[in-house]
């Protein structure tokens, strides 16, 4: 057994954790393992200037270290689960989950409904929808109605439905969504905008706010609406106790006054940019690539690189035709660290890796639109029906600050939260173009279901430009489009965010259309 002469990339990993402070980390961090495609530029450049004075040898003398450069970005497939905890970094946000608490038991006691017992039952209600994540029992792992609370005690669901077990570290419920009550939840469509109306649930309470996607309806035809118009994905612009809003539907709703039916509603957690200063919490990381042990008789030495007060920069999601949903990401650093194996690696937890499917673009996408705002349609015409490629990105505009005295950054700062991207449409009619030469107020939403969950991703306000019509010999028109985001207080005073997405933990099959 010897030293190696060479290391390949499969045996690489790259990991993530929090820092506690810019550039310090305690050693207690949680170092989440990432599936890296490619990376761009990963670790710190080093600059060096040559002495080069006037001499008869004309010959340059050996230069000086002048500053470094740190920086890293790779890309990844986009599963259900593997960006939500770092986008918040992008965001500069904090994901809002409506109820969501770790367990310490599930019992179950014959006499009582079956419990999962919590610390805190803030965020869960009777008829809330909730979903068990990380137990080792597959039923507790389910979807279920609450039919009781127990104050910061128990939530618990109906007789039979869980199975009794001290549960793994982190084992979670969360609020999934809503069951309302036999004949409660009505669609009236005397309003501006198409809404919800109930008698007996206090729409207020659910954690819901403007601006995010809800799903309506569930699975059985006596948990949605009979008409097939009401039910599907709406975005919320108006919350009262007896009535909810939507500006953008499924399709277009109508009248509808249930008297049998309990309808389900189903939401997810939020995130977007804040306008609320006391919301917007910037975030910095410390990134680990492990780069294998150098002897192969001493495995367990690992080699590693680490980029360090790592404060994320441009986030940019790839969406093209019969293919998986990528994503890059990439970070301005402060500084690089490299670390032999006899070193070793810096001190936290390194759980194992969670296995998700990637999303893909034929089959995952429940509905992807485009359109022009408009007041008091939830469901206008949009400018295209299918396109080729989509390109979203989310740029902080970050950079490094450099002083005299410091190698590397002393800090970073994050300039505009801008939100653009790119679409490619296949062309059907002149408006879509005319959109673009009138400015038109354009908003856009797509959305990913996968195996009973999903994404949902909504720009309220865009400004197209480009629109040169490409066309080419037996090939079908296209229509080329850049997006130009900006805050939606435009069109609701209360949307004032540029970029949201909703990460819902369960969804009926209905929402896989």
Do not use: C
């Amino acid at each position: 057994m010897a030293l190696l002469q060479k290391i390949d990339s499969n045996v690489t990993g790259l990991r993530y954790a929090e820092e506690d402070s810019f550039k310090v980390v305690s050693g207690n961090e949680v170092w989440v393992p990432l599936e890296p495609n490619s990376y761009d530029d990963f670790g710190g450049e080093i600059t060096t200037v040559a002495r080069n004075p006037i001499n008869p040898s004309r010959q340059r003398k050996k230069g000086v270290t002048t500053d470094l450069d740190a920086s890293g970005g790779f890309q990844t497939d986009l599963t259900q689960t593997n960006l939500q905890d770092i986008l918040q970094g992008f965001f500069f946000a904090s994901l809002r989950p409506k109820g969501e608490e770790v367990v310490t038991a599930v019992d179950i006691d014959g006499a009582n409904p079956d419990e999962y017992e919590v610390a805190s039952t803030a965020g869960f209600f009777v008829n809330s929808l909730i979903k068990g994540k990380g137990f080792t029992n597959a039923a507790n792992n389910a979807m279920n109605l609450v039919t009781a609370l127990v104050a910061n005690v128990s939530v618990e669901v109906a007789t039979g439905l869980l199975v009794t077990e001290a549960p793994p570290a982190g084992a979670s419920i969360v609020v999934v969504g809503n069951q309302a009550t036999i004949g409660d939840l009505d669609v009236d469509m005397t309003g501006t905008w198409p809404a919800l109306t109930s008698t007996t649930l206090n729409f207020t309470t659910l954690g819901l706010i403007v601006g995010e996607y809800i799903f309506i309806g569930g699975d059985a035809a006596g948990l949605r609406f009979t008409t097939a118009a009401n039910n599907g994905f709406a975005r919320i612009r108006s919350i009262a106790a007896t009535r909810l809003e939507f500006d953008k539907t499924a399709a277009t709703m109508v009248t509808e006054a249930n008297t049998t039916a309990t309808i389900q509603l189903f939401f997810g957690r939020v995130l977007k940019n804040e306008s609320d200063p006391t919301l917007i919490k910037r975030r910095t990381y410390q990134l680990e690539r492990t780069l294998g042990a150098p002897d192969d008789s001493l495995p367990s030495q690992i080699q590693s690189e680490y980029l360090i007060g790592s404060v994320p920069s441009e986030f940019q999601m790839n969406i093209a035709s019969a293919d998986k949903v990528t994503a890059d990401l990439s970070f301005v650093s402060a500084d690089a660290e490299q670390r032999t194996g006899v070193v070793g690696l810096k001190a936290g937890t390194r759980p194992a890796l969670v296995e998700a499917a990637a999303f893909n673009t034929s089959s995952d996408f429940s509905r992807i639109r485009m359109h022009v705002f408009t007041v008091g349609n939830g469901f206008p015409v949009p400018l295209f029906a299918f396109l080729t490629e989509l390109t979203l990105s989310l740029n902080n505009n970050v950079s490094p600050n450099k002083a005299v005295g410091v190698l590397g950054a002393f800090e970073v700062t994050a300039g505009t939260f801008e939100v653009g991207g790119s679409v490619t449409a296949y062309f059907a009619d002149i408006p879509s173009v005319q959109a673009v030469r009138n400015n038109a107020d354009v908003t856009m939403d797509f959305h990913l279901v996968k195996e009973n969950s999903g994404i949902s991703v909504d720009i309220p306000l865009i400004a197209l430009g480009d629109g040169r019509l490409s066309v080419e010999q037996d090939q079908p028109i296209t229509l080329p489009l850049s997006l130009a985001a900006a805050t939606g207080a435009k069109l609701n005073s209360l949307m004032d965010h540029t970029l949201m997405m909703v990460f819902y933990d369960w969804l009926p099959t209905l929402a896989d259309a």
